[in-house]
């Protein structure tokens, strides 16, 4: 078995690391603190990498790692990682969607109340020795106008305690659904800037993107009512700090209560430290021992099982490949892989566009992942890129300028279901064809020729004038080079006049061979390839 290594880069739970340590094939290391240049030296050794918010995964770490197969993300944000230069290097990446949700959705109800309720500096002011009741006076969250911006796991989960505490939610993300707004019994918000009108809280839970940077900017700040909070316990860059401080020192937002900043850690002389209403936690939303626990576990889990089985789970950068998906879709990838590399051995090179249709009982399955597939053989063969896997396939073709199209079809004519691949080079096209019989994969058409053949091997392909006495000829020349003949499939096309002889043979032949062949009359091309 291949000896797997993975880096650990962040701190995760001793359980998460333990569940790698002890699958069979993985060494693990526990690296946590590495400077950038620190982690470029070192990361060309690993297959693994596993992160939590602190590691970045910058270009210049895709280009170090050599090896890298797949980043496991301890936790839900990816923004740390370059996701495009990951695609590009057909390295996945994988997070753990869920694991924190409740811990998240806890820190951020807290952050309002400590908040609402000023309780981080009537405490300091305690133990300071004072007795401050007047100061420290706050509001009630009760019946109080409550804003959430991304309604995804953790804004829901924050929707459900702000609707106990009798607070009104009104939602806005771009896939929320009325049915669903109804069934949360939120106010379902057309935009971010209907949800923050009148307002008296607004508390954050989308991703970092560049759409979503700054989206809580003046203009949007201005539309809460007087005396607002804003929460955010999601990513720093959500809020513009600036602003927010702005409006505090002029008496229109009451106050702030962060976990993530736009620079993490914020300077010493970072603004909003002088602002007069905040609570501050440095990025602790996932730190509970049930959070780490959660998603330490899950990570390992995950990359055990793609560097073990090929299974993808969670996936930012491409379908998901679990178990069961694995299990039904499997033949098919091989077929795919082996039509995509037959493609690359017959058609003209530098194809402009490649076309794959699914006919019949194929066209149910997750076709997005056979078509990668299907790019994978062919590209792998087709262009210099030193690895073109399921990850970085399309992103390879497109850099190469092949469009690459989809159709499917519910029923197929001859067969139950048929896989036909076209590569088209200006007016011309080839096309390879691929079905099963019962659970045995066939490749059942090549270039214009019906053939029957065996969708691995190694074989010869002979495309030669459609007459008498060839097929004796080209078996004579194998014979008299020693090699054998494992399978055969002959078919002629009469409008060309011309016959295909697909050999499946059992040693290579030799370069002397292949000659021959070549330069026997009526023979128009010879092609001895691997599948
Ligand atoms: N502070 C922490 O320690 C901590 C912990 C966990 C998650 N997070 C962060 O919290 C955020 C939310 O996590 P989640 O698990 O709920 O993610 P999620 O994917 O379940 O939900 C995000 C939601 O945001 C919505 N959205 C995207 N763009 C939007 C926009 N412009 N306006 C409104 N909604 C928009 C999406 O449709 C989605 O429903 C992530 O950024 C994550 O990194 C922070
Ligand atoms: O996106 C997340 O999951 C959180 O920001 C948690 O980040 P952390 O793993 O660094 O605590």
Same mark, same amino acid.
Request: aromatic share 4%; with cysteine; glycine share 8%.
């Given at each position: 078995?291949?000896?797997?290594?993975?880096?650990?880069?962040?701190?995760?739970?001793?359980?998460?690391?333990?569940?790698?340590?002890?699958?069979?094939?993985?060494?693990?290391?526990?690296?946590?603190?590495?400077?950038?240049?620190?982690?470029?030296?070192?990361?060309?050794?690993?297959?693994?990498?596993?992160?939590?918010?602190?590691?970045?995964?910058?270009?210049?770490?895709?280009?170090?790692?050599?090896?890298?197969?797949?980043?496991?993300?301890?936790?839900?944000?990816?923004?740390?990682?370059?996701?495009?230069?990951?695609?590009?290097?057909?390295?996945?990446?994988?997070?753990?969607?869920?694991?924190?949700?409740?811990?998240?959705?806890?820190?951020?109800?807290?952050?309002?109340?400590?908040?609402?309720?000023?309780?981080?500096?009537?405490?300091?002011?305690?133990?300071?020795?004072?007795?401050?009741?007047?100061?420290?006076?706050?509001?009630?969250?009760?019946?109080?106008?409550?804003?959430?911006?991304?309604?995804?796991?953790?804004?829901?989960?924050?929707?459900?305690?702000?609707?106990?505490?009798?607070?009104?939610?009104?939602?806005?993300?771009?896939?929320?659904?009325?049915?669903?707004?109804?069934?949360?019994?939120?106010?379902?918000?057309?935009?971010?800037?209907?949800?923050?009108?009148?307002?008296?809280?607004?508390?954050?839970?989308?991703?970092?993107?560049?759409?979503?940077?700054?989206?809580?900017?003046?203009?949007?700040?201005?539309?809460?009512?007087?005396?607002?909070?804003?929460?955010?316990?999601?990513?720093?860059?959500?809020?513009?700090?600036?602003?927010?401080?702005?409006?505090?020192?002029?008496?229109?937002?009451?106050?702030?209560?962060?976990?993530?900043?736009?620079?993490?850690?914020?300077?010493?002389?970072?603004?909003?430290?002088?602002?007069?209403?905040?609570?501050? *936690?440095?990025? @602790?939303? /996932?730190?509970?021992? &049930? %959070? !780490?626990? =959660?998603?330490?576990?899950?990570? +390992?889990?995950?990359?055990?099982?793609?560097?073990?089985?090929?299974?993808?789970?969670?996936?930012?950068?491409?379908?998901?490949?679990?178990?069961?998906?694995?299990?039904?879709?499997?033949?098919?990838?091989?077929?795919?892989?082996?039509?995509?590399?037959?493609?690359?051995?017959?058609?003209?090179?530098?194809?402009?566009?490649?076309?794959?249709?699914?006919?019949?009982?194929?066209?149910?399955?997750?076709?997005?992942?056979?078509?990668?597939?299907?790019? *994978?053989?062919? @590209?792998? /063969?087709?262009?210099? &890129? %030193? !690895?073109? =896997?399921?990850?970085?396939?399309? +992103?390879?073709?497109?850099?190469?300028?092949?469009?690459?199209?989809?159709?499917?079809?519910?029923?197929?004519?001859?067969?139950?279901?048929?896989?036909?691949?076209?590569?088209?080079?200006?007016?011309?096209?080839?096309?390879?064809?691929?079905?099963?019989?019962?659970?045995?994969?066939?490749?059942?058409?090549?270039?214009?020729?019906?053939?029957?053949?065996?969708?691995?091997?190694?074989?010869?392909?002979?495309?030669?004038?459609?007459?008498?006495?060839?097929?004796?000829?080209?078996?004579?020349?194998?014979? &008299? %080079?020693?090699? =054998?003949?494992?399978?055969?499939?002959?078919?002629?096309?009469?409008?060309?006049?011309?016959?295909?002889?697909?050999?499946?043979?059992?040693?290579?032949?030799?370069?002397?061979?292949?000659?021959?062949?070549?330069?026997?009359?009526?023979?128009?091309?010879?092609?001895?390839?691997?599948?």
């Amino acid at each position: 078995m291949t000896n797997y290594r993975v880096l650990v880069s962040d701190p995760i739970s001793e359980k998460g690391v333990e569940a790698l340590r002890s699958a069979e094939g993985i060494t693990v290391d526990v690296n946590t603190g590495l400077s950038p240049e620190e982690l470029i030296k070192i990361i060309g050794d690993y297959h693994g990498l596993v992160i939590r918010s602190q590691t970045k995964v910058t270009p210049e770490v895709f280009a170090a790692a050599k090896n890298l197969k797949a980043i496991g993300r301890a936790g839900v944000g990816v923004d740390n990682i370059d996701r495009d230069a990951a695609t590009d290097h057909g390295v996945v990446v994988m997070n753990t969607p869920s694991g924190n949700t409740i811990s998240t959705a806890e820190h951020a109800f807290a952050l309002m109340l400590a908040l609402a309720r000023n309780i981080g500096p009537a405490h300091t002011s305690m133990i300071s020795g004072k007795w401050d009741r007047k100061l420290y006076e706050g509001v009630e969250m009760f019946g109080k106008r409550l804003a959430i911006l991304g309604m995804g796991r953790i804004g829901t989960e924050f929707a459900k305690r702000a609707q106990a505490f009798g607070m009104h939610v009104v939602a806005y993300d771009p896939f929320l659904t009325a049915a669903r707004a109804q069934s949360l019994k939120v106010e379902l918000a057309e935009t971010a800037d209907k949800a923050l009108t009148g307002a008296d809280v607004v508390t954050l839970h989308i991703p970092m993107t560049p759409e979503t940077n700054h989206i809580m900017n003046k203009e949007r700040i201005a539309l809460m009512n007087p005396g607002a909070l804003i929460i955010n316990c999601a990513r720093g860059g959500l809020v513009d700090e600036a602003a927010a401080k702005a409006s505090i020192d002029a008496g229109h937002l009451a106050g702030i209560a962060l976990d993530v900043y736009e620079v993490e850690p914020p300077p010493a002389d970072f603004p909003l430290f002088s602002a007069k209403k905040t609570v501050f *936690t440095p990025h @602790l939303g /996932a730190s509970t021992a &049930e %959070a !780490q626990e =959660n998603v330490g576990i899950e990570v +390992a889990i995950q990359i055990k099982d793609f560097l073990q089985s090929g299974e993808i789970r969670n996936a930012v950068n491409m379908p998901n490949l679990d178990a069961k998906t694995l299990e039904s879709v499997g033949p098919y990838l091989d077929l795919a892989d082996s039509l995509g590399k037959l493609l690359s051995k017959i058609a003209p090179a530098q194809c402009d566009s490649i076309r794959v249709s699914y006919l019949g009982a194929v066209s149910e399955l997750d076709t997005e992942l056979v078509t990668r597939k299907i790019l *994978t053989g062919y @590209l792998a /063969a087709a262009s210099n &890129e %030193a !690895q073109v =896997n399921l990850i970085n396939a399309p +992103a390879v073709a497109k850099n190469l300028g092949i469009s690459v199209s989809e159709s499917t079809v519910a029923l197929a004519t001859n067969c139950t279901e048929l896989i036909e691949v076209s590569a088209i080079k200006g007016n011309e096209t080839t096309t390879v064809a691929g079905t099963f019989f019962g659970s045995s994969a066939r490749i059942v058409h090549i270039a214009g020729h019906y053939v029957e053949t065996n969708p691995s091997g190694r074989f010869l392909f002979v495309e030669n004038d459609d007459r008498p006495g060839i097929v004796g000829v080209i078996g004579s020349s194998l014979g &008299e %080079a020693g090699v =054998n003949i494992a399978n055969m499939a002959l078919s002629r096309n009469k409008e060309k006049k011309t016959a295909v002889t697909v050999i499946e043979v059992d040693n290579e032949p030799t370069p002397e061979l292949l000659k021959t062949l070549r330069e026997t009359p009526g023979i128009l091309k010879v092609l001895s390839f691997e599948l």
